[in-house]
């Protein structure tokens, strides 16, 4: 691959005590935020061939809400291997995408990303 993107994803709400991590949804400012994101890969030129996410409520909406705004459809493969994986995880998954892809999104969380 040419080019790979990390992306975390965009800020989760803590409103509800009784959801488990996993569940947790973007807050207003999440949900605000994660199209301009969209936006601004799009106005860049960084459009992904793939995107790697992990199946975390926040991780699927955000990357709902940043793939809207891309010129393009972009294949998403959910992957448990992505919610709490370390940075060495996250490698070895990217190392099995396949050599012709190229440009590549991982969209996950910290501590995983923020080490990578």
């Known amino acids: ?32 935020a994660a199209p301009l994101v969209g936006r601004e890969l799009a106005r860049r030129g960084w459009l992904p061939e793939l995107a790697l996410v992990s199946p975390a409520l926040r991780t699927r909406d955000t990357w709902r809400l940043v793939s809207a705004e891309l010129p393009a ?6 992957a448990q291997a ?26 996950g969380h910290n501590p995983g990303l923020e080490e990578f």
């Open 73 to 78: 459809k972009v294949q998403a493969k959910f």
């Open 1 to 32: 691959m040419k080019q790979l993107l990390l992306l975390r994803h965009a800020k989760s709400s803590w409103d509800d005590p009784g959801l488990i991590d996993f569940d947790r949804p973007l807050s207003a400012r999440g949900l605000k």
């Open 82 to 107: 992505f919610y709490e994986a370390a940075a060495a995880d996250i490698l070895a998954k990217v190392r099995q995408v396949k050599a012709g892809t190229g440009t590549l999104l991982v969209l």
